[in-house]
């Protein structure tokens, strides 16, 4: 599958000092991770963001997001926005921010 490689950079673009950051080619897309944590991707043309399981359902119920779901599995704490929902850069780097706190919170992997 391909990614919409413009996004993958709008985010990089944003995230590309945090400390830890690596980027990775991963469920058929790009992963952006921090100290071995997924934080944010790209999968086709949607953005991939990982977050806190409690704060699952309140994702949810915005606009043009949904789980994230390549398996039959949705994983809670794993959503997929719309491009709608990151029209403008203030909007995606809401989204980042989710993602890069999240991440930041973990332990980190080896």
């Given at each position: ?10 985010i990089?673009?944003r ?19 921090l ?15 990982r ?15 949904r789980?994230?779901d ?8 794993w959503i ?14 809401k ?16």
């Amino acid at each position: 599958m391909a990614y919409d490689q413009q996004l993958a950079e709008r985010i990089l673009k944003r995230i590309v000092k945090q400390p830890g950051l690596v980027d990775k080619k991963m469920f058929g897309g790009m992963a952006f991770l921090l100290n071995g944590n997924m934080s944010v991707g790209v999968y086709g043309d949607e953005m991939i963001v990982r977050m806190d399981p409690e704060d699952w359902d309140k994702a949810l119920s915005k606009p043009h997001v949904r789980p994230f779901d390549i398996t039959g599995k949705p994983m809670k704490g794993w959503i997929l926005v719309g491009p709608k929902a990151l029209a403008t850069d203030a909007a995606l780097g809401k989204w980042i921010e989710i993602g890069v706190k999240y991440a930041a919170g973990l332990p980190k992997k080896k």
